[in-house]
């Protein structure tokens, strides 16, 4: 099994920054790819950025792109999400996720193992 644990989030006023951070344990070592997702009320479970410890290309959604940023410390198996220019539709509880898959994957169906979540409110 493997366990995420997210912190960082909170309450920033809209244009400021967040950084939020995942990291893994347990059988951290068996995981591949690692994402971000959101989920806000009343909506479905939405794609945020995503990356493989072996350092490949990144991915981001089309609404974070040149705000957000993934990175990733491989020998901590710890990720992180850096988020500038935060909008108030950016609010919503963000969750980390994992899978052992070799790919990276874009919908939450692909990753099996999921934090608890952390949420971030963007005041207007």
């Known amino acids: 099994q493997v366990q995420l644990a997210e912190s960082g989030g909170g309450l920033v006023q809209a244009g400021g920054s967040l950084r939020l951070s995942c990291t893994a344990s347990?059988?951290?070592?068996?995981?591949?790819?690692m994402g971000w997702f959101r989920q806000a009320p009343g909506k479905e479970r939405e794609f945020v950025a995503a990356?493989?410890?072996?350092?490949?290309?990144?991915y981001h959604s089309d609404s974070v792109k040149g705000r957000f940023a993934i990175s990733m410390d491989k020998f901590r198996y710890t990720v992180y999400l850096q988020m500038n220019s935060l909008k108030p539709e950016d609010t919503a509880v963000y969750y980390c996720?994992?899978?052992?898959?070799?790919?990276?994957?874009?919908?939450?169906?692909?990753?099996?193992?999921w934090g608890q979540g952390t949420q971030v409110t963007v005041s207007s």
């Open positions: 996720a994992a899978d052992e898959r070799l790919r990276v994957g874009v919908t939450a169906s692909e990753y099996i193992y």
């Open positions: 347990g059988r951290a070592s068996s995981t591949y790819a």
């Open positions: 990356i493989s410890w072996s350092g490949g290309i990144p």
